[in-house]
């Protein structure tokens, strides 16, 4: 790890822990796709990184017993259970891992720190700001009584996004003078694609807003070290009716011959101010025809500039403007040397690491800050901030793209 | 050339015309940089391309008697005068080539017009929309008589860039679903660089918005084919105050002690919407560190895609959204194939073409509509949209952010 | 997977296995760099894919007590030992995964395969053609009793590279023109590093030539579906003397003041002649300054190319010869959709995989063809051809580059 | 210019000429595609650089009556003219430019020289060494009478190609350590593409090795700054029969049904060892699919490396070994800044050059050597050593690639 330039917060002393305090046993509430990432994080993590405490995939839980049950066998969990409450009430479980839809994780997160769980949630931190806040309010009692709480930003632990931030950190790229943020998807292009729960408002919160253009404003945010004041921006449904979803329900099922109202935004185009006073301009977008993953972001500084692309997540480019004029240039870095963020446990150089390599790393850090007893990052709070963002672009999108702050 | 795909206007019929009407006899009023960019424009079209009257570099007009002498001889016009008003009195010019500063483009372009010369005009067309509009009409009561006017959009003109407006016109990327457009410099990141008229909202009119901005701006709308009919947007400047220049006038002027106010932006960020209702999300910067001269474009349509930039700007990436889903990607056309917009009287494939030959390109397209009694594009109307987009951009910045219309 | 390309025996009839025959029971001997990825392999594999046989990480086999023993716990594996002949003899392992250095494989494997396991060998096969042989031999008899082998090449699984394969031998680029293969490192630039038993002839057998050549020669016979028949090249040590380890032994051995010879090379450049006739130039070397792990190849062909990047894993540039002459060019394809080789198991379109997803693809073919009873490959004896044609290259080397059959 | 760089004979002391000696007044021999691309040359180099003595563009030189009037008025030239051997007998020529095919180089060169005309002779020098002995031996002679001669290698006047050399020279990669140099064309990859003159060895003395082989030689040459001493390679003809050409004679004649022998190269691999020892490896082909003008160079060395491509003209890539190990990576130079070699009179920061630019570079340095009484460079002395390079690797192709020293 590049010491030096990582807070305190995620350079707990762990050597310092004389002696740990056993198995640190998990329960996770869901099991779809963010399950599984989170799943190969649980079962990766102690074999690449040194945890103080060693981590235990305790007990998946979901509504359907078949289902879950599946789960556990597939993912590595020891036990399969249905209620969520029950098992928030069981005495040897330490941590709470919440991956469900965000609709659901207030009333989970809420409950699992009360019951003195230590709980990492899946980002966004909630689907609406009232709900955010009331977890925040929570996290921050818990934290009184020692019990930690995380949102889980991962794309903040891909190496080269977090050695941006360093490379901020340390000043190399001056005083920020403009971002650009943009999350690329096209993966709703079809007109003709079925009508989900993910284009429902009432289940999903938002659109591309909530589901990728929260990644886009976290990652400014950490990235600057600063926080969006204030925004003016549009979200806009491209296809505003799509098939309904047959008999068979489920994201396979056959699409009917009705068609239904999409309530969701297909793309969000905002501009935000940062602390400084700096412009940061985003998008978030699923109709980016032939961008798959492109959460990319370019910060622009006095001195330099750092731009990172999630599609090519192993570069990251750098330019130093403090070099001779002749030899000014975006430098291609790999970021796979032993001293780059996360880096030392893992390949030789030039050996490449994938998607899930952040949730390993989400590990380490939750892990390391329990049992540091530090306050693991990115916080609810951090993650009430986005919620906060994402509220105001929608709230000046609808009173014509006037200027709204965020707080 | 592409001929099934470009519009009537650029397919004059040349061969038909039974007769040349004698050379082509040209004043170019103004000799700064585009001077000469238009004068190597000038000497080059005839060498590559068979244009129906040659055009002669009969007269080049400054106001220093010494300077403009020099760039006769430099840029190799026959003669030099001092007087734009003489020259445009005379009976041997045919055509007008306007390069000066846009404060003076009205002025001396609708003389142009009235004394019956062909006026080809350096964007942007105007410093206000109302001189832009008096061009108009000008330019329409000329056109009655014959008389031809264009406006100096050249990266129209850039093989790669006319391809695109190609393969949108021929329907290859479908409906348009949105358009990201940006012009990134990063010139004046320097807080120290002196003041000069550019950055005097008197002279220049704006800053970074009416310079590249207007690139943007217009390459969209050529690209499209469609018209930004209202924007939402924030023009800023950066760095408020610097060095004036000291007692030596000019860009090379060394810095005062002194320091004196921007007028202009150095930064507009906006958001337009185009006639079918797709959105394009622009962003125009002189602070995009490490950026030099990024006109980049990506249209994304329902089936398929586009994108383009000028820091390489002989290729043409293309996503085709038909082909099978495991060979879907962008695809990099070097365009320089004899079939390729404007590339047949060029070099072999995979010879490049540079910043310069898109004059070469104007001047063909400007006198083959001139001998083919077309109007030749991108006309003053179409300058004088640009102008009435910058412009509601500049009246929706000032009243923080609202949607404006443009016209 | 795109099962209408890939060859029979990697498309065994798995649905068709009535019962499984209870777990597979999994001895590593070895546990260095290739450990820790075969490990993750054994470890993840069964998670994301259907194994018709669940691997058991049943023991791990090592010289040294201690170290085995932290091997063991740190890589997952339920038992240490230290004797590889006691392990081989045990009637509870199926499968003998050898991750030694070069120099042992041939006696290991060959004992384990006369013991009725099954053997996945780490490539290069054996350090001479002679061991290669016998093992090979060994193989062959093996294979009458069921008992199945595989090497190491699991740069063949990397999806892109595996897709590359797919599209040659559906006939898209046509028949094959030529070939250029390299794997370009750099990290014995510097001059002082020490001298490692990998400089060492005896220890290494070669040094980038078998190291990593070894690589580019399997990747271009995979992928072309050709053998190299005969070779013409020069392998050299650039820096032929190098500091001594110092007391310390190993890798972090502090470097002593005395120098000794490297006796293997730095670089090896030949070419070689396909079945077909086609040449392919080959090149592998640790002195290419700022290359990390570039093993790239592209194969031209009449109808197509297709280019491979390994520091830009996730992608495969595919070159269709046969679109129309204006829309040519090479197409970034993000080989990250469900239908690529590999990719229904894992995550969304454009979430990327990195370099250890290889180690899980290879226990999911290995797996598959021990249940099936197929040959997995790539097999033993394609092992031996890559070993004879190092070693013809080394002959060739040593003739003054004069032309060598491999065989 | 980057003058602390650039070698004295480039860096004329023009300024120190008290008195120009009157305009320089130019025969071209031949009108082809090099000469077009060497009038756009003379006439374009004088309005961009201060040249000591400005050239006319007074006679070009062809066989055809027709062709050559025809040639003069497109191209430029006050005259045309059938006989070289008269214009080279004329008082009023004080330079020629040879730009026939290979095959007449000899003659006209060395009739020029001894009629004491500078001359400019396009690449290769000549078909053979002998011949090309013989040119030098009467440059030389000619030298000694002020008379100049250069050879057209253009590409060393690529400002990136040109700011790669000034690196090496630097010593900012260091030592050289290996250098990787290839031209890669597909334009013979259509089987039944027809035979032209191009193809036959009698007129084009090779085929890829000295139509394109020859660049990578030079600019390896030319970049290290040292000479190849020795090659071990081959040579081979992919397709080796072509439909015969027609009646309708020249390129764009109708291919007819007989098929005749192609009797040059399509693809010539070789190795060659430089003054240094480093080795080199080439690669020049007609057949690499897609790649359509990728005349690519990287110089590795113990402090960094370079990498330069012809079809990204304008950017140079330069990694800097000596920057902290996490911030090492390539660095695309933007190689159009105004200290940049040859950038000064051209555009701004950003503007683009193209293929011909090169040649305008070259006519300053011809001229501005001219007028200093300086060797122009590359002089006939190395296009005698690309020459016996070529030379030698036909020769050793012919002996089963064993090394062949060139000298």
Known sequence: MTDTLRPDAELAPVAEIAE??????VAMIGHGFMGAAHSQGWRVAPRFFDLAREPEMTVVVGRNAAAVEHAARKWGWAEAA???????????????????????HAEIAIAALEAGKHVLCEKPLANTVAEA????????????????????????????????????????IGEIRQV?????????MDA????????????????????????AVDLTEYITGQKVTTVSGIIETIVP?????????????????????????DIALFTGRLDSGALASFEATRFRTGRK???????????????????????????????????????????????????????PTGHMLG???????????????????????????DGLHVQRVLDAVERSSAAGSMWTPTD
């Open 293 to 347: 993953n492109a959460l990319r972001i370019e910060v622009a500084g006095s001195l330099g500039a750092i731009s990172f692309d999630l599609e090519r997540l192993n570069e990251l480019d750098f330019y130093d403007a403090t070099l001779p004029e002749t030899e000014l240039g975006f430098r291609r870095i790999l970021v796979t040397e032993h001293d780059h963020p996360y880096l030392s446990p893992w390949w």
């Open 180 to 188: 650009r943020a943009e999350y690329l998807q096209d993966w709703l």
């Open 82 to 104: 249905t209620d969520w409450r029950d098992v928030i009430a069981r005495d040897d479980i330490d941590v709470v891992d919440v991956v469900t839809p965000g609709d659901t």
């Open 133 to 172: 806040e009331a977890m925040t309010e929570a996290a921050t009692q818990a934290a009184e009584r020692g019990i930690r709480s995380m949102v889980g930003f991962t794309y903040r632990r891909v190496p080269a996004a977090t050695f941006a931030r360093d490379l901020v950190a340390a000043g190399r």
């Open 241 to 265: 009716e799509r098939p309904l979803l047959g008999e068979s329900v489920g994201l396979s099922g056959t699409a009917s011959t009705e068609r239904g109202a999409v309530t969701v935004d």
């Open 192 to 215: 003709d694609a079925p009508l989900t729960w993910r284009m429902q408002k009432d289940r999903a919160g938002s659109g591309a807003l909530g589901d990728i253009g929260a990644h």
């Open 355 to 381: 998607y899930e390599h952040g949730f390993s790393h989400q590990v380490y850090d939750f892990v390391t800050a329990i049992v540091a007893g530090t306050q693991p990052l990115p916080s609810f709070d």
């Open 20 to 25: 740990a305090e056993g198995p640190l046993r």
